[in-house]
């Protein structure tokens, strides 16, 4: 077993991570677990997802895959179901799961192109976020919804995404006004470019030229880094935030 801290920040907490599988989803489950966690893995990659399953129950204790598509009620439904069956609860959510962009002129992007994309990072954020709230009206709890340096300003050839990752903060705000009476607090994170699967895919070699310039930092960030701010979005440290957007982005935005 892996030594945990002494008084692990998320001791007894039930945290429920999409696309938890890979990248930043991947890196909150392991900090979220190390902390002491009940993790809830919940991705379509089923390989990958069991694996890391295991690996966290072997090293911490408990965690659970459930294989899920974000981009189907039903999926959505039976993920915040079966959390609820085995832990009773959901103190924390992280609506992570997402898909990139082909670089695309908005004139000549299609509506399969809108369809396939809004889908994840728009509608299943929505429905996500509608099951989860659900679950904890009664005892709050605390939401953080993964979106965009993207969600902040706008970026070339990438419409859809701006927009979907615009609409993720839009949502945020919206959920953090309608719900902080309920002890539900609703942030967002905004990620600058982020050493992942998802963007080593997109870049391949141009990645190292391309982080240089990026932002003032003029390096890539690591999905340790946003992990560590989701992390600290869904803990009592703060208990006083909700319907931020966070930029983690190396100053990019600023
Ligand atoms: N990496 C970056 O630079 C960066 C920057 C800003 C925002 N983001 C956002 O961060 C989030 C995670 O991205 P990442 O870089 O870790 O990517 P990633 O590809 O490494 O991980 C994404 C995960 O989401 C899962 N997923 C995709 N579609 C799904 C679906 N329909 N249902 C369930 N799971 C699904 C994938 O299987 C994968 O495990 C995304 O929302 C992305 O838009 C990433």
Same mark, same amino acid.
């Given at each position: 077993?892996?030594?945990?801290?002494?008084?692990?920040? #998320?001791?007894?907490?039930? /945290?429920?991570?999409?696309?938890?599988?890979?990248?930043?989803?991947?890196?909150?489950?392991?900090?979220?677990?190390?902390?002491?966690?009940?993790?809830? *893995? /919940?991705?379509?990659?089923?390989?990958?997802?069991? %694996?890391?399953? !295991?690996? $966290?129950?072997?090293? +911490?204790?408990?965690?659970? #895959?459930?294989?899920?598509?974000?981009?189907?009620?039903? !999926?959505?439904? %039976?993920?915040?179901?079966?959390? =609820?069956?085995?832990?009773?609860? *959901?103190?924390?959510?992280?609506?992570?799961?997402?898909?990139?962009?082909?670089?695309?002129?908005?004139?000549?992007?299609?509506?399969? +192109?809108?369809?396939?994309?809004?889908?994840?990072? $728009?509608?299943?954020? #929505?429905?996500?976020?509608? +099951?989860?709230?659900?679950?904890?009206?009664?005892?709050?709890?605390a *939401?953080?919804?993964? !979106?965009?340096?993207?969600? =902040?300003?706008? &970026?070339?050839? +990438?419409?859809?995404?701006?927009?979907? &990752?615009?609409?993720?903060?839009?949502?945020?705000?919206?959920?953090?006004?309608?719900?902080?009476?309920?002890?539900i607090r609703v942030n967002?994170?905004?990620?600058?470019?982020?050493?992942?699967? #998802?963007?080593?895919?997109? $870049?391949?070699?141009? =990645?190292?030229?391309?982080?240089?310039?990026?932002?003032?930092?003029?390096?890539?960030?690591?999905?340790?880094?946003?992990?560590?701010?989701?992390?600290?979005?869904?803990?009592?440290?703060?208990?006083?935030?909700t319907?931020?957007?966070?930029?983690?982005?190396?100053?990019?935005?600023?």
């Amino acid at each position: 077993m892996v030594s945990a801290p002494e008084t692990p920040r #998320f001791a007894g907490k039930v /945290a429920l991570i999409t696309g938890g599988a890979s990248g930043i989803g991947r890196a909150t489950a392991e900090l979220l677990a190390r902390e002491g966690a009940r993790v809830v *893995i /919940a991705d379509r990659c089923r390989e990958e997802g069991n %694996a890391l399953g !295991s690996r $966290l129950r072997r090293d +911490h204790g408990d965690a659970l #895959f459930i294989e899920t598509d974000v981009t189907c009620p039903d !999926s959505i439904e %039976a993920m915040v179901t079966r959390t =609820l069956r085995e832990h009773g609860r *959901i103190d924390c959510a992280v609506n992570n799961a997402g898909l990139s962009e082909t670089p695309i002129d908005l004139t000549d992007a299609t509506p399969q +192109h809108w369809t396939r994309l809004m889908s994840v990072n $728009l509608r299943g954020v #929505f429905l996500s976020m509608q +099951h989860e709230i659900q679950a904890m009206l009664e005892s709050g709890g605390a *939401i953080v919804n993964v !979106s965009s340096r993207t969600g =902040l300003v706008g &970026k070339p050839r +990438h419409a859809i995404y701006t927009a979907g &990752k615009h609409g993720v903060l839009g949502l945020t705000r919206s959920a953090a006004v309608d719900y902080a009476r309920h002890g539900i607090r609703v942030n967002a994170v905004c990620p600058g470019l982020v050493r992942t699967p #998802f963007v080593e895919r997109k $870049l391949g070699d141009r =990645l190292g030229e391309l982080a240089a310039t990026m932002n003032p930092m003029g390096r890539i960030g690591e999905p340790e880094e946003i992990a560590e701010c989701i992390a600290w979005l869904c803990s009592d440290a703060a208990s006083f935030v909700t319907g931020i957007a966070l930029p983690v982005d190396g100053g990019a935005v600023a």
